[in-house]
Antibody, heavy 120, light 107 residues
Framework: EVQLLESGGGLVQPGGSLRLSCAASGFTFNKYAMNWVRQAPGKGLEWVSRISGGGAGTNYADSVKGRFTISRDNSKNTMSLQMNSLRADDTAVYYC?????????????WGQGTLVTVSS | DIQMTQSPSSLSASVGDRVTVTCRAGQSITTNLNWYQQKPGKAPKLLIYAASTLQSGVPSRFSGSGSGTDFALTISSLQPEDFATYYCQQSYSAPLAFGGGTKVEIK
């Protein structure tokens, strides 16, 4: 059974930094691209970032480009999102999501989410 | 960037009704369109990918159609567990994008 467990969320001041992690199990981690998707309180879904199975390929939403960095450690089955220069509009539940197939750009498994609150 | 527009933003329906949600892309995305269901406080769940392929384990009352710019999600006979918010998502090109969502409520 695929399991994705996010951690690292919390309260941070504007301009601050936070690092989210996603621990994966139940599948061959390095065979699948992984993503971060967020959802602001009461709002819809917003794709944030994607990293290929090997880690060489990354993509970002325009809203986070230059501030967020996605990475993965295939030896530990973990993915991370380093978030810098945080703003109030980054406040959201952040989900990690597994690509359905090796090179797919849709998501068949999701974690339970971790809440990031940016506020002074 | 490709914009995704869903309609309606909400609808009220009764158990047993046939329900259709539409999604329009700002440019052709061929069949690179996916549908998710989300219930309050829960993570989204993949229902349909590649416009019309049912994800494993999803009931057959859900179906998807369309190509190019216009797509639809149909629930043939609405069940109590189907009351939720539905999102479309384009997987044609980065940056990926979701539609604004359609909330299906009980009439």
């Amino acid at each position: 059974e695929v399991q994705l467990l996010e951690s690292g969320g919390g309260l941070v001041q504007p301009g601050g930094s936070l690092r989210l992690s996603c621990a994966a199990s139940g599948f061959t981690f390095n065979k699948y691209a992984m993503n971060w998707v967020r959802q602001a309180p009461g709002k819809g879904l917003e794709w944030v970032s994607r990293i290929s199975g090997g880690g060489a390929g990354t993509n970002y939403a325009d809203s986070v480009k230059g501030r967020f960095t996605i990475s993965r450690d295939n030896s530990k089955n973990t993915m991370s999102l380093q978030m810098n220069s945080l703003r109030a509009d980054d406040t959201a539940v952040y989900y990690c999501a597994k690509a359905r197939d090796y090179d797919a750009w849709h998501f068949d498994s999701w974690g339970q989410g971790t809440l990031v609150t940016v506020s002074s | 960037d490709i914009q995704m527009t869903q309609s309606p933003s909400s609808l009220s329906a009764s158990v047993g009704d046939r329900v259709t949600v539409t999604c329009r892309a700002g440019q052709s995305i061929t069949t690179n369109l996916n549908w998710y269901q989300q219930k309050p406080g829960k993570a989204p769940k993949l229902l349909i990918y590649a416009a019309s392929t049912l994800q494993s384990g999803v009931p057959s009352r859900f179906s998807g159609s369309g190509s190019g710019t216009d797509f639809a999600l149909t629930i043939s006979s609405l069940q109590p567990e189907d009351f939720a918010t539905y999102y479309c998502q384009q997987s044609y090109s980065a940056p990926l994008a979701f539609g604004g969502g359609t909330k299906v409520e009980i009439k």
